[in-house]
Nanobody, 123 residues
Framework: VQLQASGGGLVQAGDSLRLSCASS????????VGWFRQTPGKEREFVAS????????TYADSVKGRFTISRDNAKNTVYLQMSSLTPEDTAVYSC?????????????????WGQGTLVTVSS
């Protein structure tokens, strides 16, 4: 499974942004997908996950109500819709796939990773 994340950029506080994670070679069906973010000097942080083919979604408290994870299995793409962005959301965002349907918050549970996409939120 090869993952390609895209959609990052420079935005202002309060803006919205949608990240995409496309899979080549295999559909996301049957796999859990997670979004994580990382800033320099900090451990990778869980953001959101989608398990059981979209039936179970989980969010970090810091993004709950502002971010939405979704998937389109037909397009082999997972999205992270981010709204009401704050400077604290600035990070490199990465998508990951877990080869079972149950998503977790622990990044070491995930088997495949895409390269990150940088999101910068200015105040």
């Amino acid at each position: 499974v090869q993952l390609q994340a895209s959609g990052g950029g420079l935005v202002q506080a309060g803006d919205s942004l949608r990240l995409s994670c496309a899979s080549s070679g295999r559909t996301f069906s049957g796999y859990a997908v997670g979004w994580f973010r990382q800033t320099p000097g900090k451990e990778r942080e869980f953001v959101a996950s989608d398990g059981y083919n979209g039936r179970v979604t989980t969010y970090a408290d810091s993004v709950k109500g502002r971010f939405t994870i979704s998937r389109d299995n037909a397009k082999n793409t997972v999205y992270l819709q981010m709204s009401s962005l704050t400077p604290e959301d600035t990070a490199v965002y990465s998508c990951a796939v877990k080869r079972t349907m149950d998503a977790t918050r622990w990044f070491k549970d995930y088997d495949y990773w895409g390269q990150g996409t940088l999101v910068t939120v200015s105040s």
